[in-house]
């Protein structure tokens, strides 16, 4: 018996309170997470106008009965090619759930929409189990394509 709540993307959410709350819950697990802390002053940062169309996009997942946000990710155009994946984070009571590869399709699709043809997505390697669901989707190696002072992992898919 499938226990899990029915949920709902949505997008254009890069105003949104709920989004600014739950960046907050996500910068807070990074810093108990990550050696040595985590400062979002010291990450490479998107402005609202990248990850909102036709530059980007912010989703929300939220449980579709309660309206409780769950999750969150966002694409960001880097050039006509290449969109990068950023912020993606389920909530700690929502895991396990198959929610994360839920959003990083939706997310893909975004990437397809916005005319691009590879993602590409930065972790700091204590993200284990992101780079793990990453890897299983596909994504290699790739080259630095930003001087974020936390990640130290880049993956990238051709879609």
């Known amino acids: 018996m499938n226990t899990t709540a029915p ?6 959410q890069a105003a949104s309170d709920h989004t ?11 810093d108990h997470r990550i050696d ?3 400062d979002p002053d010291l990450t490479e940062t998107s402005s609202p106008e990248q990850v909102t169309p036709p530059h980007g996009d912010f989703f929300l997942m939220t449980e579709l ?9 966002a694409v960001r155009k880097l050039d006509d090619s290449t969109v ?3 912020r993606i984070w389920v909530t700690p009571d929502h895991r396990g759930k198959g929610h994360a590869r839920t959003l990083v399709r939706s997310l893909e699709n975004k990437v397809r929409a916005l005319g691009a043809h ?10 284990t189990e992101g780079i793990a669901m990453f890897r299983k989707r596909g ?12 990640a130290t992992v880049f993956l990238g898919r051709k879609l």
């Open 7 to 12: 949920v709902r993307i949505l997008e254009g």
């Open 20 to 30: 600014q709350k739950v960046l907050t819950a996500y910068f807070s697990e990074l």
């Open 36 to 38: 040595g802390g985590f």
């Open 65 to 73: 009965i309660s309206g409780e946000v769950i999750a969150c990710g």
């Open 84 to 86: 990068e994946l950023r």
């Open 118 to 127: 590879t993602a590409v997505v930065s972790l700091n390697e204590e993200m």
């Open 139 to 150: 994504y290699e190696p790739v080259e630095p394509f930003h001087e974020n002072t936390t």
